[in-house]
């Protein structure tokens, strides 16, 4: 009769370890943060080139671009090509952003 080795092997996969205490992976950008910003007003993150982010919102027909710094971001209306660039406390005063394709 064959030999039979029976061997065991314990799971060497990193257990995933929740950045808090409760339990719950917060995806959230940082409250004081460009990102937390943009989301407050309606859009979405929409690719990066490396040195650059690119948000949007479609139906506003809105782009925003940052870089890694995060210390300012320009929006701009992608119909007319004009935009203006905020800092981050500018933005935070923004309720509304009107363009050719959407004003309330």
Not at 23 to 51: M, Q
Not at 88 to 102: G, N, P, Y
């Amino acid at each position: 009769m064959a030999d039979v080795t029976t061997e065991t092997t314990t799971d060497t996969a990193p257990t995933v370890t929740p950045a808090e205490p409760s339990g719950v992976l917060d995806l959230r950008p940082p409250k004081e943060s460009v990102r937390a910003e943009l989301c407050r007003l309606g859009l979405e993150f929409s690719s990066t080139d490396g040195t650059a982010e690119s948000w949007r919102d479609y139906q506003r027909g809105v782009l925003a671009t940052f870089d890694d710094t995060g210390t300012s971001v320009t929006l701009t209306d992608v119909k007319t090509n004009l935009g203006r660039t905020l800092t981050l406390d500018e933005l935070k005063a923004v309720t509304r952003i009107d363009t050719m394709t959407a004003a309330d």
